[in-house]
């Protein structure tokens, strides 16, 4: 049996962090012990704990904690880890560290490109310590592999791409009308959303335009964010759907813990981000049978062809809305487009898959160590 440390410098909720859980708490037990270390006692603490799984709570904020790299070392050292699967930039950092200093191999997870500074002074000595310091770096998709190609400069033999999996038996096709009830739209309202925390690379301003300019077409849309927001940015949008006059045409959700009833809910579900290192939203709106339309910005290029979903520049509010219009006015499209999608999401994106490649990788790793 493999002792596995999994590491995140994060407390979630997200994609990143809901990777991080699946493979800390779904990998095989007959063959994998795994500890989990994070960083704070949030959400994915109390995921973890529902799992079945107790999370160790370190906090590694600081430019760089020597003290959180000790801990780490200790513990690895008490639960004798033959491989640390560090997820996220940061936490790459600290693991590869360790590697150097322990021998312990470790897998770098990287799940997007937005957390690598191409100007901090300090890049250049960081992606040094992930290339000499990981046996093996994980892309989340080609995309972002190339996208970091030339910072992280990691040899194709040390180069792997797992795309994140989804559970497709809890996002399976289904209708529900619990949040249009809810929110008191009319029988036959459009509802499109976007699911996904607040954050800049969501570019949810892009959204709000878009909607701005579906509803000049037709008073019928609706429009719903689901996904945690507070902060500067949430008072950003705030302010500017009262600007565009949408303050009871779009609804932010806030966060969810039924994703596949409110994808159940929708018509549409538009990713208008500006960078996605994958995105698990996509995926799991695929499985649950509802046309897509997304940006280039990434991931998407990667999870959609030109048969399962429509794409368009990110930033551009007139493409995203012209491809919602296609959509709704045309049944025969967004049917082709859904099954298309359904399938590709249960072949190729499917959880168990995601799982097999990591558990391949571990023993692979853990292997060359022994």
Same mark, same amino acid.
């Given at each position: 049996?493999?002792?596995?440390?999994?590491? =995140?410098?994060?407390?979630?909720?997200?994609? $990143?962090?809901?990777? %991080?859980?699946?493979?800390?708490?779904?990998?095989?037990?007959?063959? !994998?012990?795994?500890?989990?270390?994070?960083?704070?006692?949030?959400?994915?603490?109390?995921?973890?704990?529902?799992?079945?799984?107790?999370?160790? /709570?370190? &906090?590694?904020?600081?430019? !760089?904690?020597?003290?959180?790299?000790?801990?780490?070392?200790?513990?690895?050292?008490?639960?004798?880890?033959?491989?640390?699967?560090?997820?996220?930039?940061?936490?790459?950092?600290?693991?590869?560290?360790?590697?150097?200093?322990?021998?312990?191999?470790?897998?770098?997870?990287?799940?997007?490109?937005?957390? =690598?500074?191409?100007?901090?002074?300090?890049?250049?000595?960081?992606?040094? /310590?992930?290339?000499?310091?990981?046996?093996?770096?994980? %892309?989340?998709?080609?995309?972002?592999?190339?996208?970091?190609? $030339?910072?992280?400069?990691?040899?194709?033999?040390?180069?792997? /791409?797992?795309?994140?999996?989804?559970?497709?038996?809890?996002?399976?096709?289904?209708?529900?009308? +619990?949040?249009?009830?809810?929110?008191? @739209?009319?029988?036959? *309202?459009?509802?499109?959303?976007?699911?996904?925390?607040?954050?800049?690379?969501?570019?949810?301003?892009? !959204?709000?335009?878009?909607?701005?300019?579906? /509803?000049?077409?037709?008073?019928?849309?609706?429009?719903?964010?689901?996904?945690?927001?507070?902060? $500067? @940015? *949430?008072?950003? @949008?705030?302010?500017?759907?009262?600007?565009?006059?949408?303050?009871?045409?779009? !609804?932010?959700?806030?966060?969810?813990?039924?994703?596949?009833?409110?994808?159940?809910?929708?018509?549409?579900?538009?990713? &208008?981000?500006? +960078?996605?290192?994958?995105?698990?939203?996509?995926?799991?709106?695929?499985?649950?049978?509802?046309?897509?339309?997304?940006?280039?910005?990434?991931?998407?290029?990667?999870?959609?062809?030109?048969?399962?979903?429509?794409?368009?520049?990110?930033?551009?509010?007139?493409?995203?809305?012209?491809?919602?219009?296609? =959509?709704?006015?045309?049944?025969?499209?967004?049917?082709?487009?859904?099954?298309? *999608?359904?399938?590709?999401?249960?072949?190729?994106?499917?959880?168990?898959?995601?799982?097999?490649?990591?558990? $391949? @990788?571990?023993?692979?790793?853990?292997?060359?160590?022994?």
């Amino acid at each position: 049996m493999r002792s596995v440390l999994h590491l =995140i410098d994060t407390g979630g909720p997200g994609g $990143a962090e809901t990777v %991080f859980l699946q493979c800390a708490t779904r990998l095989d037990p007959a063959r !994998f012990a795994c500890t989990a270390v994070i960083d704070t006692d949030r959400w994915l603490a109390a995921q973890l704990r529902a799992s079945g799984l107790e999370p160790l /709570i370190e &906090s590694a904020q600081g430019s !760089f904690n020597v003290g959180y790299l000790r801990r780490i070392a200790a513990i690895a050292r008490n639960v004798k880890a033959d491989v640390i699967c560090a997820h996220l930039y940061g936490s790459a950092i600290y693991a590869s560290a360790l590697g150097m200093l322990t021998r312990i191999p470790v897998i770098s997870v990287l799940h997007g490109g937005a957390d =690598i500074a191409a100007h901090d002074r300090f890049t250049a000595l960081k992606t040094a /310590i992930i290339r000499r310091g990981s046996r093996q770096v994980v %892309f989340v998709s080609e995309s972002l592999r190339e996208q970091l190609r $030339a910072q992280l400069k990691v040899p194709d033999s040390r180069a792997v /791409i797992i795309p994140n999996g989804i559970d497709t038996a809890a996002f399976s096709p289904g209708r529900d009308a +619990s949040i249009r009830v809810a929110l008191g @739209l009319a029988a036959d *309202a459009i509802l499109v959303g976007a699911i996904g925390n607040i954050r800049p690379a969501k570019s949810y301003e892009t !959204f709000l335009q878009t909607a701005r300019l579906l /509803i000049d077409r037709s008073d019928r849309f609706r429009f719903v964010i689901a996904g945690q927001y507070a902060g $500067a @940015l *949430a008072e950003d @949008l705030l302010r500017l759907r009262a600007h565009l006059g949408l303050e009871e045409r779009v !609804f932010f959700l806030g966060l969810r813990a039924d994703v596949a009833t409110v994808l159940h809910n929708l018509d549409v579900f538009v990713l &208008s981000s500006s +960078s996605e290192g994958f995105s698990i939203a996509c995926v799991e709106a695929m499985a649950c049978g509802i046309p897509v339309v997304a940006t280039r910005c990434g991931g998407p290029e990667t999870i959609l062809d030109e048969r399962s979903g429509i794409l368009v520049a990110p930033r551009d509010p007139a493409a995203l809305a012209d491809a919602v219009h296609r =959509i709704i006015a045309s049944p025969a499209l967004a049917r082709d487009l859904s099954q298309a *999608a359904l399938k590709r999401a249960r072949d190729e994106f499917s959880l168990q898959t995601m799982l097999a490649r990591y558990s $391949a @990788l571990i023993e692979r790793v853990g292997k060359t160590a022994s």
